[in-house]
C-alpha cells in the first residue's frame, strides 16, 4: 500500500502539533509504525490521503455506529448548519435529544449535554462530591473516564497503550483522594469503604471496561457494587460513554439489569460530532447549577449541530431495528474469528458484547487489567500491521476495543475473517 501522503503529512504534523496528533492513541506509539491519514469514509471503509481502502472497526472510536458518513445525518447536519451552527441559548433539538435518553434508559430522570465523554465524567464526580459532601472517588485499574485529573489514576486507552497509566501534571494530594481497585474484586471495594467510612463520595466504572480491552463483569461484581453503595451513601456512577446506545437502548445497564445513580454518556448520541452528557436520579441532578450549588457550564453544550446529528443516528437505529442487526453482524464476526483462531492452532482470549469485541494475545481469561497485561504484544503488533497491510484497520492497540456497525455486510466480515487468517498465520 502507497503511504507518500500520510508520511509526509506527518512529517509536516510532527513540526506543529505535539507528537504530530491530536490525541495519543492515533499515534501508532504502541504497534510502531506512522499513522495514516483519512481522507474521506462511508460505510464500512475508510480511505486514506493515498487512495488505500480499509474496512473499518475503530468507527471514530464507537460513534459511527450506523457506519461512516450515514445519509439521514449528513443531511440533518446539513439542515441544523444552515440555521445556525451555534447559538449559546436553548434549541429545541437539546430537549428533544434529553427526553429520548430519559426514555431509552430508566435510570436517567434528568440529562445535562456537554461536549465531551470527559467533560461528563467530570461533572459526575463534581456533582457526587456537592451531593454527597464527601471528597473521595473509588475506581478500577484499566478504567478510562477522560483526562481528568482524579480519574487519571492508573487509567485505560491511550495512558495504558503509552505505557503511562498516570499522568504528569496531576497533584499528588488530588491523586490522594481517589483510591483503586482492580475490576471484578468486590472484596476489595468493601475494604476500601470500610477503611473511608463516609468519605467515598462515589464508585465509578465503566459497566463493561473497553478501554484496556474488553473486560466482562464476573457474576455479581456489578450487584454487588450497587449494594455496597447503597449501604455506605456513595453515589455509583457509570461510565457508558463507550456503550451506551451501543449495546442496546439502555446501554450496558439495560444488558446487565443493575441501575447506577449517575450515568455518563458520549459517542453514538453526537452522530460522530463532539458530544456528551450525564444523566442520573432527579435528586443529585438538582443540585447542579441554576437549580443547586454545584457549578458546570459550557458555551457549546447542546450545540445544535451535534444534537440534530445524534437524534438522527438514534431515529435510524430504532426505526430499522439497529440493534438486533448488530447483534447479528457482531455473532457473525465472533463465528469467523474463532474459526480463524482455531485454524491458526493458537490460544487466544476473544470477547464479545453485542457490536464490541477484543482479542486479546493472551490464552487468557481476561478478568481485571493483571490478565489482559499478560498479552504478547510484539505479536498483537505483527497481526496488526498484516491487517492493515490487507486493507483492514483495527485499533492500532492491543488495549483497545473493536466495533461493528450497521454498514458492515456480511461480505465485509468474511474478507475480514480470512485476511485475519492470513494475519494471525504472519
Known sequence: ?????????FAEALRYIPGGVNSPVRAFRAVGGQPFFAERAAGSKIYDVDGNEYIDYVCTWGPSILGHAHPEVVQAVQEAAARGTSFGIPNPAEVDLARMICEWVPSVEKVRMTNSGTEATMTAIRL???FTGRDKIIKFEGCYHGHVDSLLVKAGSGALTLGQPDSAGIPAALAALTITCAFNDLNAV???LEANRKEVAAIILEPIPANAGLMPPQPGFLEGLRQLATEHGAVLIFDEVMTGFRLGKGGA???????PDLSAFGKVIGGGLPVGA????REIMDCLAPLGPVYQAGTLSGNPLAMAAGLAQLRVLEREKGFERLEKLGAQLEKAIREALKAAGESFCFLRYGSMFCLFFTAGPVHNLGDAKKSDLARFNRFFHSLLSQGVYIAPSQFE???VSCAHSPADIETTARKMTQALQA
Open 278 to 281: 450525564i444523566g442520573g436520579k
Open 401 to 403: 476495543t473493536g466495533f
Open 253 to 259: 445497564q439495560e444488558l446487565l439489569g443493575v441501575r
Open 190 to 192: 468493601k475494604q476500601a
Open 128 to 130: 457526587a462530591r456537592g
Open 1 to 9: 500500500m502507497l503511504q507518500d501522503r500520510s508520511k509526509t503529512l
